[in-house]
């Protein structure tokens, strides 16, 4: 039973990435034809009008916002419906599976997953800005070294380093072309990617750039610095992923255990959400379950 519902949500969760990217595949056709025969393409793909409309909601407009943030180059209308797709998905298995009760926890789950897709890549996305900061502190000491301003220093680092440095050093650039200073522009950087290695970077620059001294000597300290700390924080996440695992195993050992119970006792878990002693029993069960899980993710946590 457990293998088939991995297998049910497996399953709907490929066809609905694969209908997507058919969809905007066929619609990105069609304009690239209509621009070959010299016509602008009037009709406007129901895909893309659908997306218009949910970017003008409110929920749109914030998934839009984080998936920016985390370098998710998808539409968000996309991206909620794969993980509306999840929650009923999820819901419908639980709800036959289990009791309908728990049902409410599978449309529950979509929400959850999309939040934790997006904090994943941005998480991603910080993870490797960061493995690129030693690289970049050196790109702008060479920069400044040969008589550039610390602007021009940006711009230049933008062109030579990959994403995501390369687009974050871009919106940079282009904010000090359009008007904003320099301590704006890189404070905006700052809140986009929160971290200490980022806010020392910044800080270096912020107050050279404000009183002078020695820019080139304190990139290049700072440079060797970053690059200890990437050994040091790697060492720390291989160190940390058993336990990260074990946290994650123990919400898939808690509903492993109802389907188990399931299974040998058929209608089990549903004549115990129908009775006080039962519901008690899960509530307190389920509260265990999570606060382990909450304990072992906060032991394995550490700042970025």
Known sequence: MVLIALGSIGAVMLALVGISQFASLAGERRRIVAAAAGFADEEEPFLDRLNRTFRSTRLGGWVERELVLAGIRQRPIVVFLVAAAFGVTVAYVLWTALAPVFGLIGLASGGFALRAYIRRAKDRRLEAFIVQMPELARVLANATNAGLSISTAIGIAGDELADPARSELQ???????????????????????????????????????????????????????????????????????????????????????????????PGSVEAMTSHVVGQLALVISGSLFTLGFYLIRRMTRFEL
Do not use: H
Not at 181 to 202: G, H, K, N, T
Not at 207 to 214: E, L, M, N, Y
Not at 239 to 262: D, E, K, P, R, W
């Open 171 to 265: 919106k940079v650039s282009n904010a000090i072309k359009f008007g904003a200073d320099l301590e704006s522009a890189l404070d905006d950087m700052e809140r986009r990617l929160p971290s200490r290695e980022v806010a020392v970077l910044i800080s270096t620059l912020v107050v050279s750039a404000r009183s002078g001294g020695s820019l080139v000597t304190s990139l290049r300290d700072i440079a060797d610095t970053l690059e200890a700390r990437k050994e040091t924080r790697r060492e720390i996440k291989t160190t940390l992923a058993q336990s990260v695992a074990t946290g994650y195993l123990v919400i898939v050992m808690g509903f492993g255990m109802l389907f188990m119970l399931n299974v040998i006792q």
